[in-house]
């Protein structure tokens, strides 16, 4: 029997197929779709946003050069290692179709983060997120079955159970990572609520026959948006029709340039629609994301609106954390109660995603409410301040898990230190493991890290900056569990690497 079988290969799945095998799980991801690639997947319509925090995930994990380089942008990524602070974002986006400068980010004031190899933000595709991962998976031995649709789970307290046709997969856990329709959510009795949509979204790789017509970037107009982006064929734009288009059904090309003749104001006219999607803001999470041997990850957990472009990085977010928690129950050595700290952790923070999705849409509605309320938020978004906030909120760099009192360090995304020898934190968390770091030059937690080798790579020696921090202890998904100033306290380090990692071997 395996250790866990993922439902679905999407970017999300594949990410936690990854962390399973990095942690030496057997691990089998059984997937729909009978051939990686899709023609949604490749530019335009693949196009995805990636924050800063999905950067510094695949950073971590070693996965940031082959990612840069499918995306296209291994030439200049925006970062710069070698700066004291993080460089300025390439791209922030916009908070309801209305544009961010990304000048007006005042990166000094995000809390601990110094520069490194991640962008503070890229663009990329889900063709090239899927490769990566695809690749990567199967040379840490997980083995991905295509053409396998899940039509079946059952669970007891040994196992569970995937059902495909005549085909039954036991695990010992199955996490389904398959999309915002999850059958695994509704199979293993899920509760998803949450909010009905407002407005029907378009995606198109289409060729317009007087482009000129329509303004570069987002703009919003008073029956909706429309978007033209520097990726070439792309358009999309958003109906305030209360979700009533039957998306069961394929635009139409008329359908399409009237929607867009509409939500423009202009006579446009689209030649050629070579793809189109649809999508809405219907917002529902389920009230928990494990059910005994279940659990859920990624779109298969929540749905929002992609404006923000955040469904994509909290699945991401939601792979990181999970991965470890679950590899370590698989290995026996988990702490009590570290597996329900996924849901505690994650659930919060799709939570603020949906109502960040939520709170665009009011603005957008086209009703005079509304545009009063865009003019004051145009206003506040002017300031630096305001475009800082928007920024520390779709970057992730204003996250921070409820773990408790402590330095206000903890909870938040580890800092990418760099000690005196070159070696970066990024280096060290390849493997998987915790990392506990030790800026002192009396090796003072030494001692204390013994016996938890298998779990924590204890490091020591000067960082560049190290924030005034003595020493810190780092959680495999790059959260900082514990830090000091001053001379490390031994003991308070134990508590929380026994709190993390369960008991040490000594
Ligand atoms: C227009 C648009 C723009 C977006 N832009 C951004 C952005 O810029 N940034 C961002 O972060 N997010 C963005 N998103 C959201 C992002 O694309 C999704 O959140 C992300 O793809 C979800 O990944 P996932 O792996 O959870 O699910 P999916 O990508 O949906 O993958 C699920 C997989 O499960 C498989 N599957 C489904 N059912 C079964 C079954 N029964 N058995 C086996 N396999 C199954 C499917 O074939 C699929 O491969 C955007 C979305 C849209 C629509």
């Known amino acids: 029997m395996r250790d866990v079988v993922i439902v679905g290969a999407g970017p999300v799945g594949l990410f936690l197929a990854c962390e399973l095998g990095l942690a030496g799980c057997s691990v089998l991801v059984l997937e729909r779709e009978p051939e990686l690639g899709s023609p949604w997947k490749p530019n335009p319509l693949g196009m995805r946003g990636l924050s800063a925090a999905s950067a510094e995930a695949f950073y971590r994990r070693g996965m940031l050069p082959p990612l840069l380089t499918a995306s296209g942008a291994d030439v200049d990524s925006g970062a710069n290692p070698d700066a004291d602070e993080p460089a300025a974002p390439r791209i922030v986006g916009h908070f309801a179709g209305m544009m961010l400068d990304p000048a007006q980010v005042d990166v000094a004031d995000l809390p601990f983060r110094l520069a490194g190899p991640a962008p503070e933000g890229m663009l990329t595709s889900l063709d090239a997120v899927e490769t990566v991962l695809s690749e990567r ?79 570069p970037g987002f703009n919003l107009t008073p029956t909706g948006m429309y978007l033209r982006t520097s990726v070439q064929g792309y358009v999309g734009m958003m109906d305030f029709d209360g979700g009533a288009f039957d998306r069961s059904r394929q635009p139409t090309r008329d359908h399409l340039q009237s929607v867009l003749r509409r939500v423009s104001g202009t006579d446009v006219t689209l030649s050629d629609v ?32 992609p404006l923000g472009g955040q469904g994509l990085n909290t699945g991401i977010g939601d792979a990181m954390n999970l991965g470890w928690k679950l590899a370590a ?87 990418d230190f760099r000690l005196e ?86």
Request: charged residues 25%; neutral net charge.
């Open 137 to 215: 998976a199967s040379e840490l031995g997980v083995e991905i079955r295509r053409g396998v649709t899940v039509s079946g789970v059952a669970q007891n307290d040994e196992s569970v159970v995937a059902q495909a046709g005549e085909d039954a997969y036991a695990a010992r856990w199955l996490v389904g990572c398959d999309g915002g329709r999850s059958t695994v959510r509704r199979l293993a009795g899920f509760e998803f609520v949450g909010t009905e949509p407002q407005f029907t979204g378009y995606a198109m790789d289409a060729t317009l026959a007087d482009p000129e017509k329509l303004r």
């Open 329 to 415: 129950t698989v290995r026996g050595n988990a702490p009590d109660g570290l597996l329900d700290t996924y849901t505690r952790e994650r659930h919060p923070t799709g939570a603020a995603v949906l109502d960040w999705s939520r709170a665009q849409v009011a603005v957008m509605r086209p009703d005079p409410h509304a545009h009063a309320m865009q003019a004051v938020i145009r206003d506040l978004i002017g300031t630096r301040d305001g475009t800082t906030y928007v920024f520390g909120r779709v970057s992730g760099a204003s996250n921070r898990y409820d773990l408790g009192d402590g330095h206000p360090l903890v909870g938040r995304s580890a800092p």
């Open 274 to 305: 070579r793809l189109a999607s649809t999508f809405t803001d219907r917002a529902m999470q389920t009230t928990t994301y494990r059910r005994g041997r279940v659990l859920l990850a990624g779109d298969a957990a929540h749905i929002h609106s």
């Open 421 to 506: 020898d070159g070696t970066r934190l990024g280096d060290l968390t390849r493997d998987g493991r915790g990392v506990a770091l030790d800026f002192g030059a009396g090796r003072t937690l030494h001692a204390s890290a013994t016996g938890w080798e298998h779990r924590i790579r204890y490091t020591a020696g000067p960082a560049g900056n190290p924030l005034g921090l003595s020493a810190v202890l780092v959680r495999p998904d790059g959260t900082v569990a514990w830090a000091d100033t001053g001379t490390p306290d031994r003991e308070a380090f134990e508590r929380a690497a026994t709190h993390w990692f369960g008991t040490p071997t000594k």
